[in-house]
């Protein structure tokens, strides 16, 4: 069975740090664009950062430029949301979705639709 399973997820005061991981199971990671996306209650879902399977891109949303970095283990199957200087703003429910192609160089969060799966989701919650 393919799964996604994030963790990380937690409160946290506004201006700390979480780490959020996203854990292929059932299926190797690697040739896998990797995205991450937040649902908040009452707000549009938001495409946050992505990285291509060879880590040859990125992109990130304007709202997070500069605070959240994006990253992969490829060995362990594994991608990371590393989140600092968080916002009350940045709340929600963050999930990542994976689609394969393992040759591209750019990839999009403008829609989640453009993923084959995704996780259950874990929650950040900012406390202002």
């Known amino acids: 069975q393919l799964q996604l399973v994030e963790s990380g997820g937690g409160l946290v005061h506004s201006g700390g740090s979480l780490g959020l991981s996203c854990r292929a199971s059932?299926?190797?990671?690697?040739?896998?664009?990797i995205g991450w996306f937040r649902q908040a209650p009452g707000k549009e879902r938001e495409g946050i950062s992505c990285?291509?399977?060879?880590?040859?891109?990125?992109n990130y949303a304007d709202s997070v430029k500069g605070r959240f970095t994006i990253s992969r283990d490829n060995a362990k199957d594994t991608v990371y949301l590393q989140m600092d200087r968080l916002k009350p703003e940045d709340s929600g429910l963050y999930y990542c979705?994976?689609?394969?192609?393992?040759?591209?160089?750019?990839?999009?969060?403008?829609?989640?639709?453009?993923?084959?799966?995704r996780g259950p989701g874990t929650q950040v919650t900012v406390s202002s």
């Open positions: 059932g299926f190797r990671l690697g040739p896998h664009t």
């Open positions: 979705a994976a689609n394969w192609d393992p040759y591209t160089s750019f990839c999009s969060i403008a829609d989640d639709k453009d993923y084959e799966f």
């Open positions: 990285i291509t399977a060879r880590s040859d891109g990125t």
